[in-house]
């Protein structure tokens, strides 16, 4: 998806997470909250949060802003369902640049846990909610996402492997599940990824492809091999543009 597109995207859930989070400020009978207005919209868990942006969607969704949401149409918000949730992790920048072979994936993780609620039409996930963990619950943090709903529907084709050729065929969810199946977010080079599991050996799977990493759209390559791959194109960027982007404090 091209940057213009995808900010497009995130601008829209931006302002609708933005009216959701100003409806949601009320409390539930019997909820806690720390003070201030960022605590009170806190809710309990993953799923309280999942589902109070779930309740606010078809009102959100207007005759302007349905296709850039996901949706055919307005009333298509209405009939839609919430599917199970897929974790999204971010990398840091700097834990990437500092990367040595062997570190594990989970050491790179930074910035709070992360979870993508499929919005579902029929069988076809058409746009998406996540939430994020606080240190005392867990709050909305963007309502029609397209982009995340579009990967979703990718997770449906089996990976391509490093010894293997794409079959075209499909998995089921329980088989989705069983791969531990996570999203991988790189923002200081823009690169996304999905991080599976197959057999005791876990993957990462490039979005979009990355030529100058050698890394190919939906092509998985061994965890290791990608993370020094990411890691060997972070660091060329950084000596680039490492000082400009600190500077404007565009990472961490």
Request: charged fraction near 20%.
């Amino acid at each position: 998806m091209p940057m213009s597109v995808r900010r497009r995207l995130q601008t829209t859930a931006i302002v609708v997470v933005t009216v959701l989070v100003v409806s949601c400020g009320r409390q539930e009978p019997g909820s806690s909250s720390a003070p201030g207005a960022s605590g009170q919209n806190l809710m309990k868990s993953q799923d309280d949060a999942a589902r109070k942006a779930m309740e606010a969607l078809p009102a959100l969704v207007t005759a302007e802003n349905f296709g850039a949401m996901g949706f055919a149409s307005p009333e298509e918000a209405r009939s839609a369902v919430l599917g199970a949730p897929v974790p999204l992790r971010t990398v840091s920048y700097s834990k990437l640049l500092e990367y040595q072979p062997g570190v594990p994936l989970a050491q790179l993780f930074d910035g709070p846990l992360q979870l993508v609620y499929p919005v579902i039409v029929g069988q076809t996930p058409r746009s998406a909610i996540v939430v994020a963990q606080q240190a005392e619950g867990w709050r909305i943090a963007s309502v029609g996402y397209r982009y995340y709903a579009s990967l979703l529907e990718q997770m449906k084709s089996p990976p391509a492997l490093p010894s293997e050729t794409p079959t075209g065929g499909r998995t089921t969810v329980s088989d989705m599940t069983s791969r531990q199946v996570e999203f991988v977010s790189v923002p200081g080079i823009n690169v996304d990824l999905l991080s599976f599991g197959e057999g005791d050996q876990r993957f990462l799977q490039p979005v979009r492809g990355l030529p100058e990493a050698g890394l190919e759209a939906g092509r998985a390559l061994h965890e290791q091999e990608a993370l020094t791959a990411l890691s060997g194109y972070a660091k060329a960027f950084d000596r680039k543009y490492g000082d400009a982007i600190r500077k404007r404090r565009l990472v961490d």
